[in-house]
């Protein structure tokens, strides 16, 4: 399984554009990133996906260099209830065989 | 949809008694998952079940713990006899194959919040 590295904790402010980035060095060729977030007393929330380059959404965007050893989560203009904990998943798909490990996360702090 | 559903969403035991936590998986959902979160720990995979088979059950701490999956819409976390260490939020979460904005997104349910005294 390849193992992330996500920083601890990031603080921001309202309005500004935040990026995570997660190392992960050992990747497969096979094995996607996901993003997940987790607000306090609630489950963790699919964000996003990607394999390779730029993937974005209506809630954030995904890139992926070339060598596909790091990702970047970026979130637009960021608000008080983005504060949540961020986590990088990298793996296989179940179908595939493979199995999605939850790292420590990075605990996003968003202040007015 | 109504999402994962879990049960119950909080329990408070004594040390030694049976505690059963249930899940409902979204409707079509071909996998199920039981994480259990804690300060210490974070997220760990305890057990999943495809198409209501166990695949993987390397993460069950031991064998106090045991999961059932006797149907497509059910599943169960059991521990027994429970101890404080198994503190925690059980969270079940459930996935289709492939969705439209990739594949095994998992959804999770609000989780259960086991304290054992």
Redesign the interface.
């Given at each position: 399984l390849a193992k992330t590295t996500q920083p601890i904790s990031m603080d921001s402010y309202e309005g500004q554009e935040v990026n995570i980035t997660c190392s992960h060095n050992n990747i497969a060729t096979n094995d996607?990133i996901?993003w997940?977030q987790q607000f306090p007393?609630?489950?963790?929330?699919?964000i996003?996906?990607g394999y390779k380059t730029k993937v974005t959404?209506e809630v954030a965007s995904l890139f992926i260099p070339a060598d596909r050893k790091s990702s970047t989560l970026s979130l637009p203009r960021v608000s008080l209830s983005d504060t949540a904990v961020y986590?990088c998943l990298v793996g296989v798909?179940?179908?595939q065989g493979g199995?999605?490990?939850?790292?420590?996360?990075t605990e996003l702090s968003v202040k007015p | 949809d109504a999402g994962v559903i879990q049960s119950p969403r909080h329990e408070v035991t004594e040390m030694g008694q049976e505690v059963t936590l249930r899940c409902k998986p979204i409707s079509g959902h071909d996998y199920l998952f039981w994480y259990r979160q804690t300060m210490m720990r974070g997220l760990e995979l305890l057990i999943y079940f495809n198409n209501n088979v166990p695949i993987d059950d390397s993460g069950m701490p031991e064998d106090r713990f045991s999961a059932k999956m006797p149907n497509a819409s059910f599943s169960t976390l059991k521990i027994q006899p429970s101890e404080p260490r198994d503190s925690a939020v059980y969270f079940c979460a459930s996935s289709p194959v492939s969705t439209e904005s990739g594949a095994n997104v998992l959804t999770f349910g609000a989780g259960s919040r086991l304290t054992v005294l």
């Open positions: 996607y996901t997940y007393s609630q489950g963790p929330r699919f996003i996906q959404n986590y798909f179940y179908n199995k999605l490990i939850f790292g420590q996360g | -």
